[in-house]
C-alpha cells in the first residue's frame, strides 16, 4: 500500500508541474520518450506508455498543434507514422528534467545515498520478479 500510495502522490506532483508548461504528465513522459527514442511510432509509443493507439494519437494531436512534435511518413511503411520532436519542444523539456530532477530530490530527502541506491536496486528486482512471473505464467497459458 505504501508504494501505491508513493506512487499516486508522485503522479499527482507530476501533473501538477506538467500544467505549469501547459501540458499533462501523459505528454511530459511522451516528449521524454521521444528526446530517448525519436522516430516511433504511435503503436510503439502506445505500447511503452500503455495506453490504446487512439489515446496516444490524441495526446500527439495537441502537442502537433502546439509546434512540439511532427509525424513524418515511414519510409517503408505508408501506413505508420514516426514521431519526432521539433525544436519547440527542447526548451519545455530542459526545464522539465529540471522539474524531475527536483521531484527526485524531494523523493530522497533525508535519504542516504547508499539507501537510495538500495531502494532502486530492490525495486528494480521486484519488478523483474513481476515481469518474469508474467512471462512464465503467460507462456504456460499459451501452451495449454
Do not use: C
Amino acid at each position: 500500500m505504501l508504494l501505491h500510495d508513493l506512487a499516486r502522490h508522485l503522479r499527482l506532483d507530476a501533473d501538477r508541474r506538467a500544467s505549469a508548461y501547459g501540458l499533462t504528465r501523459a505528454q511530459w513522459f511522451i516528449l521524454s520518450r521521444l528526446e530517448i527514442r525519436p522516430g516511433l511510432s504511435q503503436k510503439e509509443l502506445a505500447e511503452i506508455i500503455e495506453v490504446e493507439p487512439i489515446t496516444v494519437g490524441r495526446l500527439i494531436d495537441r502537442l502537433e498543434a502546439g509546434g512540439m512534435v511532427e509525424r513524418r511518413a515511414d519510409p517503408d511503411d505508408r501506413r505508420i507514422w514516426r514521431l519526432h520532436l521539433l525544436p519547440a519542444a527542447f526548451p519545455v523539456l530542459r526545464e522539465l528534467h529540471a522539474e524531475r530532477e527536483d521531484m527526485l530530490e524531494m523523493v530522497g530527502q533525508g535519504i542516504d545515498h547508499a539507501m537510495l541506491e538500495t531502494v532502486k536496486n530492490g525495486l528494480a528486482r521486484m519488478k523483474a520478479n513481476v515481469v518474469a512471473d508474467l512471462r512464465a505464467k503467460s507462456l504456460e497459458k499459451d501452451v495449454a
